[in-house]
C-alpha cells in the first residue's frame, strides 16, 4: 500500500509487547512539524482467557482517545480511519494507523550455514537484523557432530529457520549437507501441530535445486537472492525482507487477534526489535550519525548500533535485570558488580540470595537505597557484558582477503575487526526499566558512561517511554514525522559526555577544557576524576578541550579539539578516568573513589554515606 | 482503581485440580474417559523417533556423490544391523573389492545424490506419560493424552529443582522455624517426600539422596547450597530436567527463611499420606511454579480462613508476605492502602501499602514487594 505522506496529519500506533500494549498518539503541529501529543497502555490480550491481541490494542487506543477527546474506536470495535469529523463537528479517528509487536516471545528462529564464522555469521546477523531471538547456529564447522546437531535440532521449537551456505557458484555440496540435517530432524514449530515449518535459503542460488530435494512437504521452502553472494559481499536486505513476511504470513497469523489486527494496520506489523533497528538506522542515516541504543528489559538486553552506515543488533539473551539477574553475577562475577557499590557492609552471602531472590521474584523493585545502589551496580555489569558481545558481533565480514600496502605493515587490523569505535560514537541512547526509571537522571547517565565507555563528544539520551518501535514502523511510512518525533519527543537528552582516551595516569593533568555559549565555565582535570558542569536542556555551547600528551579526545593524542555540545537534564560530563575504567585494587580504595564520582553527579547527596 | 492485584503462591488444603497430561508427539492413550487413575500409573504412550545417523558414503567409498546409489546394497526404508554392508565397490576387474559396513543400527531413511549421504535412524525409544495427579480421567484427548480431576491439598513452592517424585508425606522437623540437617534424616525415610521447615543444607540434601528419599520440601535455600547440590550456579529459574537423585521444593526463598507456619501445618495434618510432587520451575512468561499435591479424604481437616478473599485481591486485613528486603519474607497483613504514589527510601515514586506485623510493628512497602498468602 503506498500513502502520501503529505496527506497524513492524524498517527496512531501501538506495539504489542509480551505484558503490555503501549499507544502513542501522534499529530501535525499548526508549524507542520510533527509531535507525540499522547500515549496510554493496558495489559496485552494474547493469551487466555481473552486470546485476542485486538483487545488490549483497542483498550490502549481507547485511553489515548479519552485523554485526546478524540473518538479513535467505533461502535464496532474497529480503529477509525482516515482521520475526520463526526456529525457534531468533533474530531475523529487517526490518517494511519501502524504496529509492532513483540507478543508471545517475539519471532524465534534457527539459522545455518557452511562455514560458522562466514554465511552462518551473516544469517545470524540477517536474523538479528530482523528483529529475531536467534536459538542456535548450526554450521559445519560448528564443533558438533552431525548426530548431535539434529538432536539440537529436534530439541529446539523455532517459528522459522534461515539456511545459507556457500557463494554464489561455489560450493554446493556442504549446505545441501547442512539441509539434509535439518530435513530428518523434522523441527517443530512452537505454534499449532498443523504448522509447516518455513524455512528462508539464501545461500548459493546454484544449490536451491539439491535444498528443495532434501526436504519434503512438512517444509515450507522459499529461496531468495544469497546473504554472501562472494565472500566481499554481504546483502542482507532479502532475507531480512522474507523473514518479516514469513513472519507475518505463518508466526503472525497463528497469533490469537492478529489476523484482525493486520487487516486494521497502513503497514506491515514489523518484530518490535526490527523496528528499533529501523529508526536508529533512519536516524543515523539523516543525521549522518554514528548510534547505538541498548534495550535491558528483565531477561534480555539488546544492543542496537549503527556505524559509517552499517546496522548491527545483538540479543543477549541471559543478560537481564530480573529472570536473568543471577546470570549476570555469575558471568561478571560478585567482585566486578560490588566494584561500582560505595556502600560498606554489605555481606557477600546475602547479596547472593538477594540476587537468586529477585530471579524467582523478578516484578519486586529496590526499596532501600543498599538495594537501589546494588542493582545498577548489577546493570553496569549486564550492559558491560552485552556490549562486549555486541563488539565481538558487529565486526567486518571474515574471511575477507586483505590487499596490504606498506603502510599497514605495521596495522594489525584483519578480516573480522569490530566496527564499533567508542571514539566515533556521536549518539548513545537508553532504554529498558534500570536506565528509564532509575529515580535521577544522573544514574541513568553515569549507568551509560559507566558500561559503554564512550570516548571524546557522544550526546547521551534516552528513550523514557520506549517510543523507538512506534518510531521505526512509522519510519517505513514517514520518514520525516518519525525522524521529528525521534528527537523532539522520544528522546530525553541527558547531556553530552566529554571523555579521555589513551594514556591517563591518576592525578596527573588529562586535560584542560574550556566552554563558551549559553554558558561560560573552564578548568582542568586530573586522571581519574569526574565532573560536571551545568548546561541544561535546550541549551548548547562549544567545548574546547587541551588534552595531555598520550591523551585522546577525538583528534590523535596530545591534538586540542573544539566540538558543539547540546545540554540535557544532567548537564557536561567531563571525565578523565581513562579507558578502560580502572578502579584501585583495593575495595575500601575503590569504594571512597566511586563514592567521589556519585557525589559530583550528585547520585548521592550531601550528608548521605 | 478501586482494588489492587497481586498474584501468590497457591496454599490450599482442598481445591478442585485438573492436570492436562500430554505426550511430546501423538501416540497412543492408555486409559478411558471416566475411570480412576493412580499417581504412577501409564496414561499415554508413544515412541519417539531415533537417533539420526548420517554416513557420508561418497567419502567412505571415495567416489563422487553422484556413484553412490549405484554401488549400494541398501535400499530406502530397509532395516540395518549393525556389520551390515551398506556398500561395495566394483573394484579393479573385480578384484580388490571394498565393502562399508554400517557402525549402526536402524532404517535407511535417505540417500542423497548431492552429497552422497546416508540417513540411517536408529530404533525409537518409547515415551511414557504418568497419571501423576491420581484421580479420575475426565477428558480423553486423542492420540495425545488425557485431563485428570481430583480434589487435593495443593501447595505451590517458589522454586523447586529436579522433576516428578511420589511418596509418602514424612515430617523430618518439629517447627516450621527449624532448619533440615543431616540428622533429620533416618534410614525409615527412604522413598519419602520429607518436610524441613526453614533453610535446607547441601549437606541434608546429600544425606537423603545416600537413603533414598523421593523429595525434600523446605522453606528456604542459601545460594551457595543450590550450587553446590547442582554443581553449577543456577543463571535462569527454568529447572525441572536436573538429576540430582531427588526432587527439592522451596517454599519462600533463598537464605535463611522458615517455611511459612500454615503451609507446615498442612504438610503435617497430611503425614503419612502419598504426595505427588514435581520442582519444575519457569519464571517467565506463563509461569510454573513447583507444588505438593495431595488427595483429599473424606475425614480431612479443612482450613479455609483465607477463603473470603478474593483471589489476588489486595484489601484491608489480607495476609501477605514481604518478598524483597528490608523486610523479605516477613508475614503481616494489608493495614492501609494509599491511593496516591510514594517516595522510596531508593528515591524511587511507586504505590505502596502499609502493613501490619502485629505486635504494633507497621512498614510501608512496595505493592509491588508483596505476596498474596492465597487460600
Redesign the interface.
Known amino acids: 500500500m503506498t500513502i502520501d505522506p503529505n496527506s497524513i496529519n492524524v498517527i496512531l500506533a501501538t506495539d504489542c509487547g ?2 503490555t500494549t503501549k499507544s502513542v498518539f501522534i499529530e501535525r503541529q499548526p508549524d507542520g512539524t510533527f509531535r507525540q501529543t499522547q500515549r496510554g497502555e493496558a495489559p496485552t490480550t494474547v ?1 487466555e482467557p481473552f486470546a485476542d491481541v485486538t483487545i488490549g490494542v483497542i483498550n490502549a487506543v481507547t485511553e489515548i482517545g479519552e485523554v485526546a477527546g478524540r473518538k479513535l474506536v467505533d461502535e464496532d470495535g474497529r480503529i477509525i480511519q482516515p482521520a475526520g469529523t463526526d456529525a457534531d463537528g468533533n474530531p475523529v479517528g487517526c490518517d494511519i494507523y501502524i504496529s509492532t509487536s513483540s507478543a ?2 517475539g519471532l524465534q528462529m534457527m539459522v545455518g550455514g557452511v562455514v560458522k564464522q562466514m554465511t552462518a555469521e551473516s544469517a545470524k546477523r540477517a536474523a538479528l537484523g530482523a528483529g529475531a531471538i536467534v536459538m542456535d547456529t548450526i554450521a559445519a564447522n560448528d564443533g558438533r557432530k ?2 548431535e546437531q ?2 539440537r535440532i529436534r530439541e529446539l521449537r523455532p517459528d522459522m529457520i534461515l539456511l545459507s551456505g556457500g557463494t554464489d557458484g561455489g560450493d ?2 556442504k549446505v ?2 547442512i539441509a ?2 535439518i ?4 523441527p517443530q514449530p512452537r505454534f499449532g ?1 498443523k504448522f509447516v515449518m518455513p524455512v528462508i535459503f539464501a545461500g548459493n542460488k546454484h544449490a536451491r535445486g ?1 535444498v528443495d ?2 526436504f519434503d512437504e512438512s517444509i515450507d521452502l522459499q529461496c531468495v537472492d544469497n546473504l554472501r553472494p562472494t565472500l566481499e559481499e554481504e546483502n542482507l536486505g532479502p532475507a531480512r525482507d522474507a523473514i518479516h513476511d514469513m513472519f507475518l504470513e505463518h508466526v503472525m497469523a497463528q497469533a490469537p487477534g492478529y489476523d484482525k489486527l493486520m487487516g486494521w494496520t497502513s503497514a506491515p506489523i514489523m518484530p518490535t526489535p526490527g523496528a528499533v533497528g529501523n529508526i536508529l538506522t533512519t536516524i543515523a542515516e539523516r543525521q549522518g550519525k554514528n548510534a547505538l541504543a541498548v534495550d535491558i528489559g528483565g ?1 534480555t538486553t539488546d544492543v542496537f548500533s549503527v556505524f559509517d552506515g552499517v546496522f548491527n543488533r545483538t540479543v543477549s539473551a ?1 543478560l537481564g535485570m530480573s ?2 539477574i ?2 549476570v553475577v ?2 561478571a562475577g560478585l567482585d566486578n558488580v560490588l566494584r561500582w557499590v560505595h556502600l560498606e557492609g554489605m555481606d557477600d ?2 547479596l ?18 543498599e ?2 545502589v546494588f542493582e545498577q551496580a548489577v546493570a553496569r555489569e549486564a550492559l558491560r557484558l552485552a556490549y562486549v558481545r555486541h563488539k565481538e558481533f558487529a565486526t567486518t565480514l571474515k574471511g575477507v582477503q586483505q590487499q596490504r600496502t606498506v603502510g599497514d605493515t605495521f596495522s594489525q587490523k584483519t578480516s573480522g575487526a569490530t566496527i564499533v569505535d567508542a571514539m566515533k560514537l556521536d549518539l548513545l541512547v537508553a532504554s529498558g526499566g534500570v536506565l528509564s ?1 532509575a ?2 537522571m544522573s544514574q541513568t547517565a553515569l549507568m551509560l558512561v559507566d558500561a559503554f565507555e564512550p570516548e571524546g563528544f557522544t550526546t547521551l539520551a534516552k528513550d523514557s517511554i520506549f517510543m523507538m518501535p512506534h518510531l521505526g514502523v512509522l519510519a517505513s511510512v514517514h520518514a520525516e514525522a518519525s525522524e521529528q518525533v525521534f528527537t523532539r519527543d522520544c528522546l530525553v537528552v541527558l547531556g553530552t559526555c566529554v571523555a579521555a582516551a589513551g594514556d591517563v595516569k591518576w592525578g596527573k593533568p588529562a586535560f584542560s577544557w574550556e566552554m563558551r555559549g549559553s554558558q561560560n565555565a573552564e578548568g582542568e582535570l586530573l586522571g581519574g576524576q569526574l565532573k560536571l558542569v551545568e548546561l541544561t536542556a535546550g541549551e548548547t555551547a562549544t567545548v574546547t578541550v587541551k588534552p595531555a600528551r598520550g591523551i585522546d579526545l577525538g583528534a590523535g593524542p596530545g591534538n586540542p579539539v573544539a566540538h558543539e555540545v547540546t545540554g540535557g537534564s544532567v548537564g557536561l560530563i567531563l571525565d578523565a578516568r581513562g579507558r578502560p575504567i580502572a578502579l584501585p585494587e583495593s575495595r575500601d580504595e575503590a569504594r571512597d573513589v566511586v563514592e567521589g564520582w556519585y557525589r559530583e553527579l550528585n547520585i548521592i547527596d550531601e550528608g548521605d554515606a | 482503581m478501586g482494588q489492587a492485584y497481586t498474584p501468590g503462591l497457591k496454599v490450599t488444603t482442598d481445591t478442585l485440580l485438573k492436570q492436562r497430561r500430554v505426550l511430546p508427539l501423538r501416540g497412543e492413550v492408555m486409559v478411558q474417559a471416566n475411570t480412576t487413575v493412580g499417581a504412577q500409573d501409564v496414561v499415554a504412550r508413544a515412541e519417539l523417533p531415533g537417533d539420526i545417523m548420517p554416513i557420508n558414503m561418497a567419502n567412505r567409498l571415495s567416489v563422487p556423490p553422484g556413484d553412490v546409489r549405484s554401488l549400494l546394497q541398501v535400499e530406502q526404508g530397509m532395516q540395518i544391523n549393525k556389520g551390515d554392508v551398506l556398500a561395495e565397490t566394483k573394484g579393479i576387474f573385480g578384484l580388490m573389492k571394498s565393502k562399508v559396513l554400517s557402525d549402526h543400527s536402524g532404517v535407511v531413511e535417505s540417500i542423497s545424490d548431492t552429497t552422497g549421504q546416508l540417513i540411517l535412524r536408529g530404533p525409537s525409544t518409547p515415551v511414557e506419560v504418568l497419571a501423576y495427579l491420581p484421580g479420575k480421567v475426565v477428558e480423553v484427548l486423542d492420540g495425545e493424552g488425557v485431563v485428570i480431576e481430583n480434589q487435593v491439598s495443593l501447595i505451590q513452592g517458589i522454586f523447586g529443582i529436579g522433576g516428578e517424585a511420589f511418596g509418602p508425606i514424612c515430617m523430618a522437623t518439629s517447627s516450621h522455624e527449624e532448619a533440615l540437617e543431616p540428622s533429620h534424616i533416618t534410614d525409615n525415610m527412604r522413598g519419602a517426600i520429607v518436610v524441613g521447615g526453614a533453610r535446607v543444607s547441601h549437606a541434608a540434601v546429600q544425606r537423603a539422596i545416600e537413603v533414598g528419599v523421593a523429595g525434600i520440601v523446605a522453606g528456604g535455600v542459601d545460594d551457595a547450597d543450590l550450587k553446590a547440590m547442582l554443581g553449577y550456579d543456577l543463571g535462569v529459574a527454568i529447572t525441572g530436567s536436573e538429576r540430582i537423585g531427588l526432587t527439592v521444593v522451596i517454599t519462600e526463598g533463598f537464605g535463611e527463611i522458615a517455611m511459612s507456619e500454615r503451609t507446615f501445618r498442612i504438610l503435617q495434618s497430611r503425614e503419612g499420606r502419598q504426595a505427588s510432587v514435581n520442582g519444575a520451575t519457569q519464571i517467565r512468561a506463563g509461569v510454573m511454579r513447583p507444588e505438593i499435591v495431595i488427595p483429599v479424604e473424606a475425614n480431612d481437616a479443612h482450613d479455609n480462613a483465607e477463603s473470603q478473599w478474593e483471589a489476588g485481591q489486595l484489601a484491608i486485613g489480607r495476609p501477605l508476605r514481604v518478598i524483597r528486603d528490608p523486610w523479605f519474607g516477613r508475614i503481616g497483613t494489608v493495614s492501609s492502602l494509599p491511593a496516591e504514589p510514594a517516595v522510596l527510601d531508593s528515591g524511587s515514586r511507586t504505590r505502596v501499602l502499609e502493613v501490619d506485623f502485629g505486635n504494633g510493628e507497621k512498614a510501608i512497602v512496595p505493592r509491588a514487594n508483596v505476596e498474596l498468602i492465597e487460600a
Open positions: 509480551s505484558t493469551e508471545g516471545g552431525p548426530h539434529i538432536q554446493e555440496k545441501t549437507e539434509e540435517r530435513a530428518p530432524a523434522r501441530s539439491s530435494n532434501a531477561a541471559n529472570y536473568s543471577s546470570n555469575a558471568e552471602r546475602e547472593r540470595n538477594r540476587v537468586k531472590n529477585k530471579m524467582i521474584r523478578p516484578t519486586t523493585i529496590p526499596q532501600s537505597r538495594a537501589l526509571h529515580p535521577r
